[in-house]
């Protein structure tokens, strides 16, 4: 059964940057689309990144610039690299397969 398990969140100071992973267990699928949400507190969970089997990229307009989503199909990982961060970056990330597969979350808490 595939599972998504996401890492790299934490307490950052507002300015700093950050990497989070999304371990993709119990088989990659290089053939579909990988994406990462986030939900910030009493909001609703919003769109962050995807990226397709050919590397493709799209981002969510409230991200533009500052986040760049990866893929590593041999390492079976995908990353968000986010820089520059801001208070409003503040929630729950989440990394999605566009089969239907949600990972449980890793928090980022951007505060001084």
């Known amino acids: 059964q595939v599972q998504l398990v996401e890492s790299g969140g934490g307490l950052v100071q507002p300015g700093e940057s950050l990497t989070l992973s999304c371990e993709v267990s119990?088989?990659?699928?290089?053939?579909?689309?990988y994406s990462w949400h986030r939900q910030a507190p009493e909001k609703r969970r919003e769109f962050v990144a995807s990226i397709s089997m050919y590397s493709e990229t799209n981002y969510g307009d409230s991200v533009k610039d500052r986040f760049i989503i990866s893929r590593d199909s041999l390492k079976n990982m995908v990353y968000l690299h986010i820089t520059n961060l801001k208070p409003e970056d503040t929630g729950v990330y989440y990394c999605?397969?566009?089969?239907?597969?949600w990972g449980e979350g890793t928090q980022v808490t951007v505060s001084s």
């Open positions: 999605k397969s566009s089969d239907g597969i």
């Open positions: 119990g088989g990659f699928r290089s053939l579909i689309t």
